[in-house]
């Protein structure tokens, strides 16, 4: 259904108008008209028409203004000029405000209904976008929140590697660098620093978690997590790395407004915990700060800032270095570990070269630390008197050149550990592996057997696989049954029948495609070839 609206202030060209878009179209058109230009405005905006086709000259408002005053009610409605007037200022204007097109009287009939065509034409392509955009925003809805709910729980238990952390931040247009966690708690009432009946509170929030969802999106630039317990995890973005005070306090008196808001509509109680700002990397260490300081107040709104959580340093300690060097080592990165440790090492002596002490006690504490990690990062057995010397050394050692490179070599034997550890361990997996494909290559054999006998899931093995030996598992074992094969076809006499089977094919023309996508010929011809030689 198309409506069509005639500004004119002749009845007869309106009427001879309305009778051949009648007769060309019948119900698929309905048809308005006006013949002033006030009246045209007001029609415009109570009809909404698709295809207005005016006149320029009009009483009272002319064809121009009127169309210029709809236009900004109704961006898409298309126009259709008809004049008796052939004026070049006019055509000008017409062609500033998008008119279809600019047609002097008395127009043909044929030529009428050409244009409306055109213009239904163009009206249908504007429904079908508008109904297109209108289902991508409807996926949207429902794919956004799962989107969501998977960034903050990989975030919260560290189940990401950092191409998966981008391709959520791409996928859910995050262009911020950092963020800060709220933690929306709930319970039937609280208690001290505590929420009561969780269980039956989460039971409930399956219900609202829709609204709050909503209300915790309308108040904050926020990504909102799933129920989980009687918990929602939220994450903040921010522009900056450091939240002023002044912005503190809004966000404080949102969340206390939320959380007003939400115990009067649900009839659950709320509170709410907020992280500092930090990077987005570090947005788990966020999620507990944000608990902490649910834990450590009673009231119903905590700011960590406002709280005595986390470690405040000394102004020139270069607290940026030391993550830098933990970061580093964790990652495995033995050059960066070598170059923060020294750099940390000699912060130590310009800053505190009186402080012999001070600095071994550090020293020993990074080393203990760097040890623990790699303990944890790299699969290594804890020897409990692996450190029986340390401390003996750190002690004997009153030269800080001797102490810098005790240090620096320590941390990074304990990077160095955590890289290693994790090779040999993914090397001797796939060696397993290949030893087992090597004597089972006859059978039925699939990634799913092979990833069970080395105690592998098979996404992870397939992952390993591929990097240690450049090739898929299927790659692999088709490679080891074609040669296995060409041996076979060039040693034997087994029919083509018993190869194929004992090299692990129960179709004879499926090995037969095999084998000549993977040698260049087919098996018979094989065998003739080498017969030959």
Not at 197 to 226: H, P, T, W
Request: hydrophobic share 40%; net charge negative; glycine share 4%.
């Amino acid at each position: 259904m198309y409506k069509i609206m005639l500004a004119d202030d002749e009845g007869i060209v309106i009427d001879s108008v309305k009778f051949i878009i009648e007769k060309e179209f019948g119900d698929e058109c309905v048809v308005e008209f006006a013949k002033t230009g006030r009246n045209v405005i007001e029609l415009a905006e109570s009809f909404r028409p698709d295809i207005a086709i005016m006149d320029i000259q009009m009483p009272g408002i002319n064809g121009i203004d009127s169309m210029k005053e709809i236009r900004k009610t109704n961006s898409n409605v298309i126009f259709i000029v008809m004049s008796a007037y052939d004026n070049f200022n006019y055509a000008k204007e017409a062609i500033k405000l998008g008119v279809l097109e600019y047609i002097t009287k008395p127009m043909e009939r044929n030529k009428l209904i050409e244009i409306l065509k055109k213009a239904m034409s163009l009206v249908d392509k504007e429904r079908e976008k508008r109904s297109n955009d209108l289902m991508i925003k409807e996926k949207l809805e429902t794919v956004i929140p799962v989107l969501e709910s998977g960034l903050i729980y990989e975030i919260l238990l560290h189940e990401y590697f950092s191409e998966d952390f981008e391709s959520y931040r791409n996928m859910l247009g995050i262009t911020q660098e950092y963020a800060y966690m709220m933690t929306v708690v709930y319970g039937d009432s609280q208690e001290g620093n505590h929420m009561t009946n969780a269980v039956g509170s989460s039971v409930k929030m399956q219900q609202y978690y829709q609204g709050v969802r909503a209300e915790l999106k309308e108040r904050f630039n926020c990504i909102v997590g799933s129920v989980m317990a009687n918990k929602i995890a939220v994450l903040v973005l921010h522009d900056k790395p450091v939240m002023e005070y002044a912005e503190r306090s809004q966000i404080i008196e949102k969340a206390r407004e939320f959380v007003r808001d939400m115990r009067k509509r649900y009839s659950i109680s709320f509170r709410v915990g907020i992280s500092k700002v930090k990077e987005l990397k570090k947005m788990s260490d966020a999620y507990n700060e944000a608990i902490n300081a649910l834990i450590i107040t009673a009231g119903g709104v905590a700011h960590a800032d406002d709280l005595p959580i986390g470690c405040e340093y000394e102004d020139d300690y270069p607290s940026h270095i030391e993550k830098q060097l933990f970061e580093a080592l964790e990652k495995g990165d033995v050059d960066q570990t070598v170059a923060s440790a020294n750099s940390f090492f000699d912060w130590m002596t310009a800053a505190h070269a009186d402080g012999i002490m001070d600095i071994r006690l550090k020293c020993l504490e990074f080393i203990l630390w760097a040890e623990h990690i790699a303990y944890e990062k790299g699969g290594m057995t804890y020897q409990f008197k692996s450190r029986n010397d340390y401390l003996t050394t750190v002690m004997n050692l009153s030269d800080y050149e001797q102490m810098k490179h005790w240090f620096v070599e320590k941390m990074s034997e304990a990077c160095r550990n955590i890289t290693r550890y994790r090779e040999e361990s993914s090397t001797n997996v796939v060696d397993i592996a290949k030893e087992y494909i090597k004597n089972n290559y006859s059978k039925a054999l699939s990634l799913d057997e092979v990833s069970y006998y080395v105690n592998i899931s098979p996404y992870y093995f397939s992952k390993l696989f591929k990097e240690s030996t450049g090739e898929n598992f299927i790659e692999y074992l088709t490679n080891i049954r074609i040669e296995k094969a060409k041996e076979l076809l060039s040693n034997s006499e087994y029919s083509m029948k018993e190869i194929c089977v004992m090299v692990g094919y129960s179709d004879p023309n499926y090995f037969s495609r095999s084998f000549k996508k993977n040698v260049g010929v087919t098996p018979t011809e094989y065998k003739e070839t080498e017969s030959r030689l």
